[in-house]
């Protein structure tokens, strides 16, 4: 698109400047600022102080991992919105001694000793979102250690050090934090432990308000002496497990003793020449593989950014990956997925036929691949001089998580678990998620990479439940098919799909379609058109994902980096 006909576009859709910006002199449509450019290093997440924990990290001669990690213990402090060391961690990293990308899952289990018949002896039909309930073992400090051992160089006290300084003498509180923290509050402030340690007088700090948390300095300096056994076999563990007898929970020392994480070989598809990298179940990733599957046979090249057709094919595509990721998405020591069948070319083409370009599909079955026989997250990503880029995503799930916090330990576990299928039937019992002791739920967070023949690309995320895999297939989109630059990629206005059938017991098969979420910034006409061919359409504010990228461009050696305008991150470098 020609700046004359961007400059155009923008003038009829009469949007504000941060949805529209072609009056910028470099004529980029949706950036709203330029992208970041450094020769050395970059980090990229979810709140500034972070990512100058990260380059602060890396100038001290720690790897794009060090980096990592350390950025991701000071975001467990400073957003405990949206992760924390209760939560589970999944990582994708590129190794430019290996040239080759390894991927880890993070994911904790459910309790053994909480049993179906515990459910049913309670009446319920759902796990419930918060309590003791849909705890699961937490995963990241796992994580840490087992991606440390491969890829750090600092020792794991000094990547800790200044989340446990920001702990002990305070950070403020950022703007959207701040937000989403006081929403928490009085859902949360029930649960023992909660209000007295993540709470002012019973309410949320506010933005601007310096925040300590001397209880998770506390831990998180026992985990610096003592390593992951510190965690998981310590005092910290014996402490877990005393509050959950306590407080009617499940979640035991057993539990963390007995807890792993595993390396996963990740899995990809080529879209346009270019391969796209996700990690298989029990995550939610390969949803965004199947769906650039599927829009791989349409010539975007014909169809313009924030078209009919545009959003047309992309929620049609959305709604096909979905009802497969409802059906066969779970943990595969449970129920292996037929992932190389998913993830397939033919496979996508078959799935391809449903989709009809003048009507919206209402109903969807997931296929038959058989073989030849309000979650919250953050999300980050750094690089370092030697070439390591690392793409990592962490959560508590839902809002603060489960609201259980542990006397004297200064986090939150999180409550994954609600993802679980708890079957009332035995249709139900049979389904691949379904509830069962030492059992890892189904998973939404989803760390990504492109990769271009055969080398480092970008390394990027969208934060944001099952926001995230619709978010991936839109930033590569906004690459590959519309051109833009990796800022413009995230700033363009998004789709969200809300109402498939999801993996869980707490919603009913889709029927009616859905509803289409459309950010400020698409064409009033687009809308019309989306409401004729049987889309129902709607406004809502803010269910659109944060996103965080670092590209890597070889030929002038340099990194780029973005970071969302829509939340309080900070993309920056040296």
Known sequence: MSLFHRS???????????ACAADRVTGQLFATRSEVIAPHAMAATSHPLATQVALDTMKQGGSAMDAAIAANAALGLMEPTGNGIGGDL?????????????GYNGSGRSPKSLTLAEFQRRGLKDIPPTGPLPVSVPGTVDGWFALHDRFGRLPMADNLAPAIRYAREGHPVHEVIAYYWDRSVPRLSQYPGFKEQFTIDGRAPRKGEMWKNPNLADTLQKIADGGRDAFYKGD?????DAYFRANDGFLSYEDLATHQGEWVQPVSTNYRGVDVWELPPNSQGIAALQMLNILEGYDFSKIAFGSPEHVH??????????????????????????VDRLVSKDYAAQRRKLVSPDKALREVQPGTPKQLEEGDTIYLTTADADGMMVSLIQSNYRGMGSGMAPPGLGFILQDRGEMFVLPASDEQRAHPNAYAPGKRPFQTI??????????????FGVMGGAMQPQGHVQIVMNL???????QEAGD????????????????????????????????YETIRALMRKGHRVIFADGPYGGYQAIQRDPGNGVYFGASESRKDGHAAGY
């Open 90 to 102: 999944f990582a994708i990293v590129w190794d430019p001694k290996t040239k080759k990308l390894y």
């Open 236 to 240: 910290i563990a014996r402490t877990i």
């Open 446 to 459: 989803i760390p990504a990479f492109i990769t271009k023949d055969g080398k480092p690309w970008v390394s």
């Open 492 to 523: 363009a206005p998004r789709i969200q799909h809300e109402g498939s059938t999801e993996p869980t017991g707490q919603s009913t098969a889709m029927s009616d379609g859905g509803e289409v979420n459309l950010e400020t910034g698409f064409p």
């Open 8 to 18: 155009l576009f923008c003038a009829v859709l009469l949007v504000p400047a941060i």
């Open 313 to 338: 094919l992309f929620v049609e595509a959305k709604k096909l990956a979905f009802a497969d990721r409802a059906r066969f998405y779970a943990d595969p020591a449970f129920s292996p997925a037929p």
């Open 480 to 486: 590959v098919d519309f051109g833009m630059n990796l």
